[in-house]
Structures are given as C-alpha cells and as structure tokens.
C-alpha cells in the first residue's frame, strides 16, 4: 500500500523525469477536488496528501535503505495542489469554473518544477534533511513559492500592481 501511495498509483515509475510526471497526475486530481468541494477540498486535500505521504514515504525509505527514491511523486503531489491554492480561491473570488483560470495552472506548474528542480534556498535546505520529512518539506516550500509567483503574475496580469 505504502509502494502505491508514494508513487501515486505508479505513476513514479514513468521515465524520464518522474517528478513532471507526478506533478502532471496531480494537476486533474487537483480539479476534481476543486470541482467537488472548491477551494477548501483542496486545501484538505492537500492537508490530507502531505500527511499520507510522509507515512508511505517513511515506509518506501525504510524498505529501500535510499533517503529519496526518485520513484516517490506523493511529494510532487502534495506541493503542486499547494501552488495551485489562489487559482482555486481565485476561482472562487470570480465566480467562475477553476479551468478559467487556464493561465494559473500553467504559471503554478511551471513555477512548482522551477522552484522543485533549482531548490533555492529553503527549498535545497529541506531537500538536504536527507529524512523522509525533507523529502515532503521541500516540495511543500516549492509549492508554496509557486503559490506566491502565482499570486504576483496574477496582479501583475490583472493590473493590480499597476494602480
């Protein structure tokens, strides 16, 4: 179960670039929540996934003696519904379905595998912890700083910062 969970139902194991590939399972994952319950499903959700997934990644680093397999996306999972988080409440705020905001989607991907590939600061410290809470926490911080990006290219786009 735990093998499941970690690699969201395997979706770890594709190659090249596992990660992407975890980061694409959560985006439709992400609008069903968003669907069924708005914002705050998704902000249990993402709850929910983070601690899910530091037990399954406890589990998966224990049996494999390795501190981050690359096969684990339960991580990519959990920061990229984070990033996502003003584009449901953005949603919300407009009245309007969470695809309309199609532009938020791709700024929070690309931001989360920018901010989850480079590891600026925060991000490479908790990545560096070599635990299993690392393994979790440096995705959770990247996806927080896509959730910020996202924040600022929707002012800019919108003109907020421009009053």
Known sequence: MTRIIATVLFVGHLRP???TWGSLAALPLAFALMTLGG???LVAGTVAVAAVGLWATGAEVARTGVSDPAEIVI???AGMWLALWPVAFGARMAGVEP???WPGWIAAFILF????ILKPGPVGWADRMG???GV???DLIAGGFAALGVVAIAAIAHGVMMR
């Open 99 to 101: 695809a309309a905001l």
């Open 39 to 41: 914002p705050w499903a």
């Open 136 to 138: 979790m926490l440096d």
């Open 17 to 19: 670039a596992p990660g």
């Open 75 to 77: 991580d990519e999972v």
């Open 113 to 116: 595998r920018l901010f989850d």
């Open 131 to 133: 635990t299993p809470l």
